[in-house]
């Protein structure tokens, strides 16, 4: 049998004629393939119906009936029928039709096609959509690098040497009650040692992120290791709400939380009591030598 494709005529002629459409079987198959490419597509029970009339007919003389066997069998042989035989069975029925039925079942064909078309494409839109969306979800909104403040003080450098790994998590808690800054934020350890505090230029951006929920990841970049004492740097990245990350759970503090503003206050409050002792020491001394005049 000649294989036919779209806009091309078998090489012999299949499809029904004047007479053909006139006899009982012609008329028959006729208004059967007029009815299953109304809709412009094939459902599996158009298709046993169009092979069950087929088989019961197959030994009438009609070219039409012998182009089409073969197609409806060779598309139902694997038992799934997949979209591209669905339209080659179609573009088949419409060979055998009559041209003035052939334009409309193929203006339906093809009305259906552009539907599914621009379904996949919508498909395809939605899902390229979908993922721009879960690549921003699940990026940093936020980024920091910066140098830990403090990490000189109050015997920070030690357990730098000993916690701070260059490549390993960190981990910002929020100093809420930090009499030096509403902002404070201590930089710890994957041990829980705290290591000094972010900056306060960046901390009075990240503070407000933290207390609002907003996930963090950190890490240790680098440490200093040129001067006196070491100085972690660290990179902070904050999520949105519902990014899908696995933020690590808070490690278990090792040691009392401290703040610059302890050190600071303790220094002032020594030096007021240095001055007080030293104005009363010097008015003991006026009023001594004031007393001991008196005398002489």
């Known amino acids: 049998m000649a294989q036919t494709v779209e806009g091309e005529a078998p090489s012999r002629r299949v499809s029904l004629t004047k007479a053909q459409r006139e006899s009982e079987i ?39 009936i012998s182009h089409l066997i073969p197609v409806v069998e060779k598309v139902i042989a694997d038992g799934r029928i997949t979209p591209d035989e669905r339209r080659e ?5 419409e060979t055998i039709l009559p041209s003035d039925v052939r334009a409309v079942a193929r203006t339906a064909r093809r ?9 996949l494409r919508l498909q395809w839109q939605l899902e390229k959509e979908r993922q721009r969306e879960e690549r921003e979800r699940d ?3 936020e980024r920091w690098d910066f ?4 990490s000189r003080y109050e015997g920070r450098p030690a357990l730098i040497n000993r916690y701070a790994e260059v490549g390993a998590p960190a981990y910002l808690v929020r100093d ?48 200093l290791t040129g001067g006196r004492y070491p100085i972690p740097v660290v990179v902070a990245e904050a999520y949105r709400k519902d990014a899908r990350i696995q933020t690590p759970p808070q490690p278990q503090a090792h040691a009392p939380r401290t703040t610059y ?7 002032r409050t020594l030096r007021s009591h240095f001055k007080f002792a030293l104005i009363v020491i010097a008015v003991f001394v006026v009023l001594a030598y004031i007393a001991w005049g008196s005398k002489t």
């Not at 140098?147 to 403090?150: H, L, S």
Request: charged share 25%; hydrophobic share 40%.
């Open 26 to 64: 012609g008329a028959e198959l006729l208004s059967l393939c007029q009815a299953v490419t109304t809709d412009g597509s094939f459902s599996d029970e158009e298709i046993s119906s169009l092979r069950e009339w087929l088989q019961e007919h197959k030994g009438e003389d009609l070219p039409a």
């Open 147 to 150: 140098m830990v403040a403090g």
């Open 176 to 223: 809420p009650n930090n009499g030096y800054s509403r902002n404070a934020i201590e930089v710890r350890t994957a041990s829980g040692h705290q290591i000094g505090f972010v900056p306060e230029e960046d901390a009075a951006d990240v503070a407000p992120l933290l207390d609002s929920g907003h996930p963090f990841l950190a890490h240790i970049k680098k440490i």
């Open 89 to 93: 069975l179609f573009i088949a029925v």
């Open 261 to 267: 503003r302890a050190g600071r206050v303790l220094g």
């Open 111 to 119: 009305t259906v096609e552009q539907q599914e078309k621009d379904r």
């Open 139 to 141: 990026s940093p909104i």
